[in-house]
């Protein structure tokens, strides 16, 4: 299913429309709890089609756009490979099925809300989730290193972020507004000529 590029030297890439749609699909069906984990996974270390930085650059656009992240993510992948019509297939691809299996699971859970062990495994599922979400920003946080501000220039703005959210509990519109536009004021001054 990984496509093998033409010149040994190119980049992998989604093959063709197909590719990208049953690819985004496999991923959207992983992604219980969250789909960050197993999206950098399969993009960046199965398949190759972006490299730790470009993903690391991407989801931070994803992350700032309205709407969910991954599909954000989804719809850039896809025009970046194909334009607008694999942005249009990109979004189909990460939501058509998991929308059809989440309906399926509403009416499913309908009927079983009321059980006690429904409801305390779902509790417990946060746990999972918020581990999930730990570990892949621990991941993220080596590709860090290379950033042009520095490690410690960045771990300041990561803790800053995650104090304004956390402790002084902040709207994310303003975290990013606020240490989000210093983190990118910081790097376009350092990158300017």
């Known amino acids: 299913m990984n496509p093998v590029p033409a010149d040994s030297t190119e980049k992998p890439r989604p093959a063709h429309l197909r590719a990208l749609f049953w690819s985004l699909t496999w991923l959207a069906l992983q992604g219980f709890g969250g789909v960050l984990a197993v999206i ?3 993009l960046v270390e199965k398949r190759g ?3 730790n930085e470009e993903f690391m650059e991407d989801w931070a656009v994803a992350q700032i756009m309205p709407g969910p992240n991954v599909v954000n993510l989804s719809i850039m992948l896809g025009e970046r490979y194909f334009g607008w019509r694999g942005a249009v297939v990109g979004l189909c691809g990460i939501l058509a099925f ?5 309906i399926s699971l509403t009416v499913v859970y309908a009927q079983f809300a009321h ?3 429904v409801a305390g495994a ?3 599922m946060g746990a999972v989730a918020a581990g999930l979400v730990a570990g892949m920003g621990l991941k993220l946080a080596a ?3 290379r950033h042009p501000l520095g490690r410690w220039c960045c771990a300041v703005l990561a803790l800053a972020a995650f104090a304004a959210m956390a402790v002084l509990r902040w709207p994310l519109f303003w975290v990013l507004l606020s240490i989000g536009g210093a983190g990118c004021v910081l790097t376009y001054r350092k990158q300017a000529p």
């Open 143 to 145: 590709t860090l290193t």
């Open 49 to 51: 089609w972006l490299s």
């Open 115 to 117: 059980h006690p062990a």
């Open 98 to 102: 998991p929308l059809l299996l989440v």
């Open 122 to 124: 779902l509790r417990g």
């Open 40 to 42: 950098q996974r399969e």
